[in-house]
């Protein structure tokens, strides 16, 4: 088993957890390293290193650097045949639907809110499993539109079979259906059709 080094110096929340926890699962790594320039990425390594059943074996600061090194050698077993714990009724084993009516996350600062819905996207994109459907409705729409901070992280899932839907009244009344960047425009019916599937729907605005 080996050890990995993961330099996120200068990467934005929640970029620290994401490349820890993808340096965490390959196979052949025991213990990651993972160097950080802030003392909320560092809480937010080990909040997840603890949630996750890994160990922190070490936590210091280096040349105004924080220092983190995670052990999985004490992982509880996920092979076939342990129990985790009891399934909950509505884990149907398909993906949340996100219901997104908004194109900023939070109220108070504007600028605040770009940061907080890119760094949600960025979370999903790492999230097993990925939601099984996005739907943007108000200003939400302006997500799949040109200039939108989150294009990559949505065309990603998109890739990985989450389908993308954008309200059609929406884009209309923002005059964006010539700006549509991603995904199908959509309607009422087939939303609501979303919204009552087998999914859990999570929404956002």
Request: glycine share 10%.
């Amino acid at each position: 088993m080996q050890h990995k080094i993961v330099d996120c110096r200068g990467l934005a929340c929640p970029q620290p957890v994401i490349n820890t926890k993808n340096a965490l699962e390959e196979t052949d790594i025991n213990s990651v390293t993972t160097i950080v320039d802030n003392d909320v990425a560092r809480q937010n390594i080990t909040l997840f290193a603890k949630n996750s059943g890994y160990t922190v074996i070490s936590n210091e600061k280096k040349d105004g650097f924080y220092h983190l090194t995670v052990s999985k050698s004490d992982k509880p077993s996920s092979e076939p045949g342990t129990i985790i714990g009891p399934k909950s009724e509505n884990d149907t084993g398909v993906g949340p639907v996100y219901f997104i009516t908004t194109n900023s996350l939070g109220q108070g600062s504007p600028d605040l809110g770009q940061v907080l819905i890119k760094s949600l996207f960025t979370t999903l994109v790492a999230t097993k499993p990925l939601p099984s459907a996005l739907l943007f409705l108000n200003t939400g729409v302006f997500l799949t539109c040109e200039g939108s901070p989150v294009l990559e992280q949505i065309e990603k899932m998109r890739g990985e079979g989450t389908a993308v839907l954008s309200c059609g009244t929406c884009l209309d009344y923002y005059k964006l259906k010539d700006k549509l960047s991603i995904g199908n425009i959509s309607n009422m019916f087939d939303i609501n059709n979303q919204l009552i599937g087998p999914g859990k729907v999570i929404a956002i605005g």
